[in-house]
């Protein structure tokens, strides 16, 4: 079956330290994956994504890498700021003719000042 | 621009009830899609629809949630009877397109708790 998961539930950093959240994920044909980001009482927000024809895609304080290999995924944040403090979720999309989002369970990112 | 919006932010009924949730896409978006949450577990599709039509259903947990869109522009979710399994915060997106990299846009989401 398809799944994708988080390796940790919490995470907490000190603030300007930079954080890795892990995601994992089971279907081997998945090309496309996204990174969420849901702040308390908000719906998820689109943070980055990245091709499975890609092993690294940057944006602003934020990088994903993936390891096709070993059906890895991880999004990187530089110089965190209290503001990062959300559950960020890395989701699939199969593109089986849909385009629905398949979400990892959720990693929860505190940032302590 | 608006985002996607949805209503009621929370809704609290008691088991066998019925409750109607509503979204209303970003304007201009064809697609709207709607996912659960229910508690201590990942967020999960339940459907997608293409203007008023239903593209994908396969998330639908069973026949007591009905989904609408008619006119292709907000959509409806009712659950009729309600069952204790069914709390949760359920979200709604739209996105422009339907390529797979057409961002899905999140609205804040709707928490049913059924007593």
């Known amino acids: 079956g398809e799944s994708v998961g988080l390796h940790l539930p919490t995470l907490s950093v000190q603030e300007g330290d930079n954080s890795i959240i892990n995601c994992a994920y089971s279907?081997?044909?998945?090309?496309?994956f996204i990174w969420y980001k849901q702040e308390s009482g908000k719906g998820p927000q689109f943070i980055i994504d990245?091709?499975?024809?890609?092993d690294k895609r940057q944006g602003q304080r934020v990088t994903v890498l993936l390891n096709k290999t070993v059906k890895h995924l991880s999004l990187q944040i530089a110089a965190t700021q209290p503001g990062d403090s959300a559950v960020y979720f890395c989701?699939?999309?199969?593109?089986?003719?849909?385009?629905?989002?398949?979400f990892g369970q959720g990693t929860r990112l505190t940032i302590n000042p | 621009e608006a985002g996607v919006t949805q209503f009621p932010s929370h809704s609290v009924i008691e088991k066998g009830q019925t409750v109607t949730l509503r979204c209303d896409p970003i304007?201009?978006?064809?697609?709207l899609y709607w996912y659960r949450r229910v508690m201590g577990k990942e967020i999960k599709f339940l459907l997608h629809?293409?203007?008023?039509?239903?593209?994908?259903e396969s998330g639908m947990p069973n026949n007591r949630f009905l989904a609408e869109r008619t006119g292709g522009t907000y959509s409806t979710l009712k659950v009729q009877p309600a069952e204790l399994e069914d709390s949760g915060v359920y979200f709604c997106?739209?996105?422009?397109?339907?390529?797979?990299?057409?961002?899905?846009?999140f609205g804040p989401g709707t928490r049913l708790t059924v007593l």
């Open positions: 997106a739209s996105s422009l397109g339907t390529s797979q990299t057409d961002t899905q846009y």
């Open positions: 279907n081997s044909a998945s090309d496309y």
């Open positions: 990245i091709r499975s024809n890609m």
């Open positions: 989701a699939e999309n199969l593109n089986q003719g849909a385009q629905k989002l398949v």
């Open positions: 304007s201009g978006h064809d697609n």
């Open positions: 629809f293409v203007k008023e039509s239903k593209q994908d």
